[in-house]
């Protein structure tokens, strides 16, 4: 599984980035390690804790940039994020969906006896048991925390109390430790206005906050508080409750998050460094191009891909079909462009268009200076 | 590259469907037989030769049983489809996107290398010239079909008259061969009214019939008429242009699919053959509960994913970001379905989705038989 793609020769070949095979994913390494570096500002100025969430970018050359850039683990939405960020040598994976059902959990018991420890959460005192014995059978202890639902109904115990009975629970099986508690708001992190985003995740919040209260008070104060994301990562420091961040597009970007007023004072602390790079494969019709990137390319549920490039002020993207993209010029553009040209263009929703490629493209500059494979793409 | 994913060990199990762990693509093989029947059966009918396009499933082990139910050959959207059904040994591979740029079309000369042909579509003259140049210099003639565009300027040639001077250019060089024309109309094959679909195809295919006109007077009659769809494939028949058809999702079918009267006498001639198992992974809120399926899961530029589950009557999906689905239940329905309970959907675009995922869990009935891998998954 060492396969890096058609464009593997042109690393470290100065001017490679016009010449790649498209469509080429890309990473932007400059824009990624200062990224990078403004998260860890930000959460060594507020005490926080990172553990970025791989979901993001299902890549573990990204995660171990993240361990050095000072994170204490990854989160992991799958098994099969855990199970590559394991086996590549990343510390402090948590997986935060719920693992449910025979084989899913027996895949953890293998995951945890990797002698790397693995966090997993729960939400249901039948799941927890489930897990226990599971742990009992192989002779081990499980460290799990108890996911929170605030308010989104997705995943999480229905209320505070319901926590606490579980945290309870998890305490009292001899083969599970309790270690914290998760609480995460998935929709809230794309209001664009910082007040509406902050007015409605801080009554969620509420919820939170009871159940650490209603915890401490059980003799059951958790190690980890866990949860945030790139959106709401300046309220979560006002907010105090959490030990740790669960970011993940900030290291990425899109346009829907470029779209986000992500801070108070800094509105724009993230650059874009995910790219999508496609060519231009027909240029017959008046006005407008054909590009080889449609809905197997980039992720359809959020905005449109955004064409950024310089070469082609004004051009806008619109959908052409599974493989194909539309790029209407700008009005007055009397030149056709040529076939082959390279078109950069800002990806709609980082997380599932990632999950569409085998391969990141990592430049600085012109020059393509590695490839990366996206190791735990996939939805297992 | 033989990796069959979580559930290897379930092949052969009875009542192995149930156990699967999820999300797995599933193929239901009893339909996906009878699709394959339907359509040899109709095109033997119409005196038309089958060529499916393998853009949907993307699956060498599908287009094998394509050409061992008669097919010439399968149709490929991008090269690394080409190569992977090439390298897999399935005949009469057509490339019908055109390929642009110096790095993919100097792959082109490793595939037709092969000794298998490959034939490749073109749109424009410069392009045409730099395919001949590579098949220069590797001492090579390559088979070319000239892409007509039908009306909707996403690829093809803009007129007849053009279509014409491309393929008199392409005879008239000693390194290729003009081998015949390619038609495709994309958006009208899922207009779901058949006479609405009809009158708008027809007026895109005096194009065509125009254009083969002017070929026959130019003395260059093509060997391959090659275009349709699923969604024409009927009006195909009737229009007599057409050598081949190029129907992809007859194989599969999806919910966008199953909305549109395919044909006069027989509207659904298809069945739903592709599913997804997800399970249910959370169920603390009243009245739904939470699928392990989401914007990771199912293409997301359509219709949602349908449930399609007796346990579940009257229960509908709806998404719940990129790793989750929320199934509603049935008004009335007091019972909390069990954690980890299996939930079949139909899917909602089948080429995109497929895409999304690395296997296919082939059953019959609720047994697992065998784990197909989507070898030519991704954008290249």
Same mark, same amino acid.
């Given at each position: 599984?060492?396969? *890096? ?7 470290? %070949? ?39 969430? =791989? ?6 050359? %990204? ?7 000072? #994170? ?28 449910? $059902?025979?084989?899913?959990?027996? !895949? %953890? #018991? !293998? ?19 489930? *897990? ?50 998760? =609480?995460?708001? $998935? ?20 919820? *939170? ?6 915890? +401490? ?21 006002? *907010? ?8 993940? +597009? ?15 004072? =800094? ?5 874009? +460094? ?41 051009? =806008? ?10 790029? +209407?010029? #700008? ?50």
């Amino acid at each position: 599984m060492t396969d *890096l793609g058609p464009n593997k020769e042109l690393v470290g %070949i100065p001017g490679s980035r016009d010449a790649l095979a498209t469509p080429a994913l890309i990473l932007d390494l400059n824009a990624f390690d200062r990224n990078l570096d403004a998260l860890t500002m930000f959460c060594g100025q507020a005490g926080l804790r990172m553990r970025p969430h =791989a979901k993001s970018h299902k890549c573990s050359e %990204i995660a171990k940039r993240q361990i050095a850039a000072g #994170a204490v683990g990854v989160c992991c939405a799958t098994l099969k994020e855990a199970e590559v960020m394991i086996g590549a040598g990343v510390p402090g994976v948590l997986v935060t969906s719920p693992i449910v $059902g025979a084989r899913r959990v027996n !895949s %953890i #018991a !293998s995951l945890a006896k990797t002698g790397e420890r693995v966090m997993l959460v729960t939400d249901n005192p039948i799941n927890h048991l489930e *897990l226990a014995e599971t742990a009992r059978r192989e002779g081990m202890v499980l460290d799990l925390l108890v996911d929170l639902d605030v308010g989104m109904h997705r995943t999480g115990t229905a209320s505070p109390q319901a926590a606490v009975a579980l945290a309870q629970q998890i305490a009292d099986h001899p083969h599970t430790r309790f270690r914290g508690i998760q =609480a995460y708001s $998935g929709r809230v992190q794309h209001i664009e206005s910082y007040d509406e985003r902050q007015n409605i995740y801080n009554r969620q919040m509420n919820i *939170l906050r009871d159940a650490l209260a209603q915890l +401490s008070r059980a003799g059951l104060k958790p190690d980890i508080v866990t949860g945030g994301g790139t959106g709401t990562h300046d309220i979560d420091r006002d *907010l105090g409750l959490f030990t740790e961040l669960q970011t993940g +597009s900030y290291a990425l970007m899109d346009v829907e998050y470029n779209l986000v007023t992500l801070r108070k004072d =800094a509105p724009s602390p993230f650059e874009t +460094s995910l790219f999508m790079q496609c060519s231009i494969v027909s240029n017959n019709a008046a006005g407008m191009v054909t590009l080889n990137g449609g809905f197997k390319c980039f992720a359809t549920d959020g905005p449109l891909p955004k064409i950024q490039d310089k070469t082609f002020p004004g051009a =806008a993207y619109d959908w052409f079909g599974d493989e194909h993209g539309k790029m +209407s010029l #700008a009005l007055g553009t009397n030149e056709t462009p040529a076939l082959g040209s390279p078109v950069t263009l800002v990806t709609p929703h980082c997380d599932p268009t990632v999950n569409l490629h085998d391969h990141l493209h990592c430049v600085r500059g012109n020059k393509l200076t590695a490839i990366w494979r996206i190791d735990a793409r996939g939805v297992l």
